[in-house]
């Protein structure tokens, strides 16, 4: 009997990624106005050893990021904001295209929105849009992956409602829906304005809690994520285009709570659902996680510190 040879990786690297970063940032506050400003220096160092090539790649990407934003608040509950804030990721690898290291991807967000405080009520109601773009992604040949190039750019564009209320002294709700359109805006492999892979178009959530003043609190929810694109579109074959189906799933906690300490249960998809949760094209397709219970336990200082700041 012949046993094939089995095949074998074309790279064979080893490196290191560090990231270091300087940041400062201010709220300032007048009168009904709130303003916060902050800045941030990153230095991302890496090397890498190439040890079929027997190369060594140095590289210190560096970049200022900065956040700023501005809120009002009025007398009868409303307060519309504004943001605006940069990033920057390092992208750790070498670009097999140049042999050369990765760019950090980069990106910007812009976001406007209201939140309303309705007297009497102990609620928090926010509606906000946003836009997201980002830089630099590394994208794969779909028909030979060690084909890289970093010209992609992705936007994402999209509406936030989100609401925090307590309905009772026991009981809090926190329910949330998004809706957004994301697309790739230069894509290097597939077409303009085809919409991004395991990014659904909506999304909402929504949760109860019910914990009494003795420390033992319980709390349901659900979580909907809507349809998402399993390949990127191409219009010229309509037939292989698809989306994964959208999927409702249901979790659990129960807490209890004892002078500082914090004793949970957490359990995720309760019904043990099986269901596809992404794909990157119609031969890979990834299974979301069935039913899974953790636990945590959890300590707060906050008596420790009381006590240094009586001293």
């Given amino acids: 009997m012949t046993v094939p040879s089995p095949g074998y990786s074309t790279t064979d690297a080893s490196g290191t990624l560090q990231q270091h970063g300087v940041y400062a940032q201010d709220q300032i506050a007048y009168g009904h106005l709130q303003i916060l400003l ?7 160092p890496q090397h890498l050893d190439d040890h079929l090539a027997d190369q060594q790649t140095d590289g210190n990407p560096s970049r200022f990021t900065y956040r700023a934003g501005a809120l009002y608040h009025f007398d009868e509950g409303f307060a519309p904001y504004f943001s605006y804030s940069t990033s920057f990721n ?7 295209s140049s042999n050369l290291p990765f760019k950090p991807d980069s990106g910007r967000q812009y976001e406007v929105g209201l939140k309303y405080e309705p007297q009497g009520l102990n609620a928090v109601f926010t509606a906000a849009l946003y836009q997201i773009t980002q830089q630099n992604l590394v994208t794969a040949n779909p028909v030979d992956p060690q084909i890289t190039d970093q010209s992609a750019e992705q936007r994402s564009r999209g ?15 926190v329910a949330s829906y998004d809706h957004q359109k994301a697309l790739y805006t230069k894509p290097f492999y597939g077409v303009v304005g085809a919409p991004i892979l395991t990014v659904p178009e909506n999304q909402a959530s929504l949760w109860v809690d019910y914990t009494p003043a003795r420390g033992f609190g319980v709390g349901a929810g659900a979580r909907f994520n809507g349809k ?16 994964v189906d959208s999927t409702t799933l249901f979790d659990a906690e129960a807490h209890y709570e004892v002078r500082n300490m914090r004793f949970g249960f957490y359990g995720q998809n309760l019904l043990d659902k099986t269901y596809v949760s992404y794909c990157q094209g119609s031969t890979s397709c990834n299974d979301g996680f069935r039913r899974r219970v953790n636990g945590n336990v959890t300590y707060r200082f906050s008596s420790l510190l009381k006590a240094w700041k009586k001293q």
């Fill in 38 to 44: 902050g800045g941030r220096e990153d230095w991302a």
């Fill in 90 to 96: 390092p992208v750790f690898g070498i670009n097999p």
């Fill in 159 to 173: 509406l936030e409602l989100e609401a925090h209320a307590s309905l009772t002294h026991s009981v809090n709700l």
């Fill in 228 to 243: 998402n694109p399993g390949v990127i579109f191409d219009p010229t074959t309509p037939d292989a285009n698809f989306y």
